[in-house]
């Protein structure tokens, strides 16, 4: 208890460090307790938009009068027409003064109504003290300085009594020198966001270049006329919007205004949603205040970029009551493997409620919001597969607490030993390499066993009949049957084989066609059937003939992780996947079952399951008593992967009422339920990372095509997927590291060999939930090495999609260069997403190298040739030749 106690104590503590670190407060800044000399104000609310003409009631903008009032020394007009022009009236009423503006664009005749509100408002109300004739008009370019001048003189000549003038960003100023002819002070404009400065320069940038024209304006008083930063929404080169980032440069600034008598304004009084469509969501966040009037940056105190944290935090303390539960169920568990998994279902809480806020807490485009539900599910989803994958590490790497272990029972005495019957079905395989394992069969070391070989749909004599020659010479033990046409594939060979068993047979073995099996297998593993609940006994998968071909050492470790890994994981809750070859099978189960499913392209995984279903046991030694050969190519080996998981979604589909933890009609306990849900789960985690794909692909061709609505992508979309596909690497390698065993580059080559299979994985997956039935895949053996052009082919549905990921990850640096940090990420998460497409094009090249590079080239013969041991019957048996035609053959 004082462990668990203690655990749960480190997870507060990691819990509360992450979350206050990563919120921690913004650099102190000295507190600004003056009052804003000026804003810039325009009184739209959330609804209102002049874009598409609502505008604000004259009630509401005397509201915002009365808001400011004491506040702000001034307030900056941009209009004086469309309701604007009431706002000189309104101040004057409340004692405030106003810098009124006159809007002017190329709309001649609207300029007009414009001009003729300015001039009236300078005539009637003594609070407007300063007139700002045309924003920016000359960077627009709808304007000439002459021309703009011309406008300036008619309100100079109509109210003498007012400083008059024009606003420009200080270039404008500095390139057009004529323009400060005809006007009483310089309105410039320095916004160092858009000029995309960095926050921590922004100060030292902005006070250059006031000074610069300061000094280039000897006789002209300068007025800041706008200056600010935005609290929200994306970078902008290397300049960052945020809350922290916006207090820290007006605290700054307008403490350094005070100190050094700076003329400025604001930008802006309050938040302008309407922006969004001209600017982005950065273009809704420049004011001091929220669109609803509320305090949205601190001026003193504490600067806190995110101030709803501390309720984040406290919501993910709900990760405390599946670590409770945890820990009650594992007290057998070592210490180091209960605190790895609670800090893991800590981290992974976090992150769910730190994805779940992020609408609250950072503003999205409509793109972007939906984008961010599009792909909750699915990031909820991989942050499952990092918990399955972290509890798989919890128990693998500190085993000490799995009690399930099962070791080869040699029983070395014939008394008792039970009658076994071997089935081997094939179809169209080369009879050489069928009879090498029929040799290594007739060498087991085993007192009462038979050999049923059943050869379905091969219609070719060439391919079967040697072996029914085979079957003759190695003796009665060897009955062979030839099925010219046979339904359901391996699992309909399979079924005939079992009606045709002997009737004194108790027990059943599967070997698949292109194994070799170990004298010792059935003796050192039958005496487990002497447990009248166990059905099943199992050995690992294994492979043979890969060393020194590069392809086949690199799928043979990949494989051999499953069984050393996931398998023994499996065994500890009884809930192993029964595979096809190397496995044992009570006979009376089987017949109690109904046999292998016909319907099923992985008859053997759902006969276990079926078996389980039952309430029976199942035994897993983890220890290898027969060896196969690898696919030959990478097409070989891709179509088994997709075999297997489209076999796995048949499953589910079939069987998914049983698996519910509610359903109490089954025999099967929550822990099996756990492992046949958890152990497929991560291939459908391979689907939805096509799916993220496919919107990352579509979201950059949005930000090439339409900026404007596709904003830099934002964190919640990169890091789910991102961090998902890390832990996989680091669970992959360092399971592989403590548990395979292997060296560093076969951990290398097996780790590529599995992200090359992602594609496949994700066709079968979504191929298995839309359609009903699929033809059974062959893995076929044996193949001709293929040319490099060949090698492409095989893997070109994978080049199609790395060569878009990595034009769109060059088109977006491209348009957007390498300024902005976020660019920079989001194309290296293109690159990242790119790595399954890049190995599976390695891969598949690969595989046919060996032909090319010298040295590397190994004898074919040793893998297809009949290799028979000088022990076995028939060892003298010439090798049956095979056309390549034949030898390339599928169903």
């Not at 049957?481 to 399979?494: I, N, R, T, V």
């Not at 059937?529 to 199992?538: G, S, T």
């Not at 839309?770 to 044996?782: A, S, V």
């Not at 660019?823 to 595989?847: E, H, R």
């Amino acid at each position: 208890m004082r462990k668990n106690a203690l655990i749960v104590l480190i997870v507060l503590a990691v819990n509360l460090g992450l979350w206050a670190w990563f919120n921690r407060p913004a650099d102190p800044q000295l507190d600004f307790t003056g009052q804003v000399k000026a804003v810039s104000f325009s009184p739209y609310r959330a609804d209102q938009d002049p874009l598409v003409n609502k505008f604000p009631t004259l009630a509401q903008i005397e509201e915002d009068v009365v808001f400011l009032k004491g506040k702000v020394g001034a307030i900056r007009t941009y209009s004086s027409m469309e309701g604007m022009e009431a706002i000189p009236a309104l101040a004057d009423k409340h004692g405030i003064p106003v810098i009124a503006g006159a809007w002017l664009d190329k709309r001649l005749k609207r300029n007009e109504t414009e001009m003729a509100g300015l001039i009236k408002n300078l005539n009637e109300h003594k609070n407007v003290t300063r007139a700002i004739v045309g924003n920016e008009a000359i960077l627009r370019g709808d304007f000439k300085p002459r021309e703009l001048s011309e406008y300036i003189k008619r309100v100079k000549a109509a109210a003498p009594h007012v400083q008059v003038s024009t606003a420009e960003p200080w270039h404008v100023w500095i390139n057009n020198p004529e323009l400060a002819d005809n006007v009483d002070f310089i309105a410039i404009h320095i916004l160092p966001y858009w000029e995309r400065v960095p926050e921590e320069k922004a100060i030292e940038w902005s006070m250059h270049r006031y000074h610069q024209v300061v000094e280039r304006f000897p006789g002209k008083h300068v007025m800041v006329a706008e200056i600010g930063w935005p609290s929200n929404g994306e970078r902008w080169g290397k300049a960052k919007a945020s809350i922290a980032n916006e207090a820290k440069f007006l605290r700054q600034f307008m403490n350094l205004a005070v100190q050094q008598n700076i003329d400025y304004c604001i930008m802006e009084a309050f938040d302008q949603p309407w922006k969004r469509p001209l600017e982005g969501v950065v273009g809704a966040h420049w004011g001091i205040w929220t669109v609803d009037r509320e305090n949205k940056i601190p001026l003193t105190g504490t600067i806190l970029e995110d101030t709803l944290w501390p309720v984040q935090w406290g919501l993910s303390l709900l990760c405390l009551i599946p670590i409770a539960f945890f820990l009650h169920k594992r007290k057998d568990q070592p210490f180091q493997g209960k605190l790895f998994f609670a800090l893991l279902l800590q981290t992974v809480t976090s992150s769910m409620v730190w994805i779940a806020f992020t609408p609250i807490t950072v503003e999205f485009l409509p793109a972007e919001t939906a984008a961010w539900a599009f792909l909750l599910p699915m990031q909820i989803g991989l942050l499952a597969v990092v918990l399955i994958n972290g509890f798989e590490m919890s128990e693998m790497l500190w085993p000490e607490g799995l009690k399930r272990r099962f070791y080869p029972l040699r029983h070395d005495s014939d008394e008792g030993l039970q009658k076994v019957s071997i089935h081997l079905a094939c179809c169209k395989e080369p009879p050489a390499m069928v009879i090498a394992t029929l040799n290594s069969l007739a060498g087991l070391d085993y007192p009462d066993f038979e050999v049923v070989v059943v050869d379905n749909n091969t219609h070719d004599p060439a391919l079967w009949k040697p072996l029914e020659e085979h079957c003759a010479k190695l003796g009665p033990r060897f009955r062979f049957f030839h099925l010219e046409e046979w339904p359901g594939y391996k699992a309909g060979a399979l079924n005939f084989a079992l009606k045709n068993t002997a009737a004194d047979a108790r027990i059943i073995a599967v070997v698949d066609s292109d194994y070799q099996v170990k004298p010792g297998w059935l003796r050192s593993l039958t005496p487990y059937f002497d447990k009248p609940d166990v059905a099943i006994v199992q050995s690992p998968q294994d492979h043979r003939e890969w060393e020194g071909d590069a392809y086949k050492t690199v799928c043979a470790w990949e494989y051999d992780g499953f069984f050393r890994i996931g398998m023994v994981h499996r065994n500890e809750r009884n809930a192993i996947i029964q595979h096809g070859t190397m496995t044992m099978i009570r006979k009376a189960v089987m017949e109690e079952v109904g046999g292998w499913g016909e319907w099923c392209i992985c008859e053997d995984a759902e006969l276990g399951l079926r078996v389980f279903e039952r309430g029976y046991q199942a035994v897993y030694v983890p220890e290898s008593f027969g060896q196969g050969l690898t696919p030959d190519t990478y097409a070989g080996f891709k179509s088994q992967r997709f075999r297997w998981a489209y076999g796995a979604v048949q499953i589910l589909k079939r069987h998914w009422r049983e698996l519910l933890p509610w359903n109490k009609t089954t025999s099967l306990d929550n822990g099996q339920k756990f492992h046949f849900i958890a152990g497929w789960l991560p291939w459908f985690a391979d689907a939805t990372q096509i799916a993220v794909l496919v919107v990352s692909l579509f979201w950059s061709l949005g930000m090439l095509a339409l900026p404007r609505y596709f904003g830099t992508p934002l964190s919640i979309f990169l890091l789910p997927p991102l961090g998902a596909f890390l832990f996989k690497l680091f669970h992959f390698m360092w399971l592989y590291k403590t548990r395979v065993r292997c060296g560093v580059w076969e951990r290398i080559g097996a780790a590529v060999a599995g992200l090359a299979l992602t594609h496949t994985i994700a066709k079968a997956i979504f191929q298995g939930l839309t359609t009903k039935n699929k033809p059974f895949l062959r893995t076929p053996k044996c193949e001709e090495r293929s040319a490099v052009v060949r090698g492409m082919m095989m893997a070109r549905e994978e080049l199609i999609v790395l060569a878009a990921l990595w034009v769109a990850a060059a088109g977006v640096i491209a348009r957007y260069g390498t300024e902005n940090p976020d660019i920079v990420t989001w194309a290296l998460i293109l690159l990242v997403q790119s790595t399954p497409y890049l190995a599976a094009l390695c891969l598949s090249l690969l595989s046919v190298m060996p032909n090319l590079i010298p040295g590397m080239s190994r004898h074919r013969a040793a893998a297809c040739d009949c290799q028979l041991a000088s022990s076995s019957p028939g060892a003298g048996m010439a090798a049956v030749s095979l056309g390549a035609e034949q030898r390339k053959e599928k169903v």
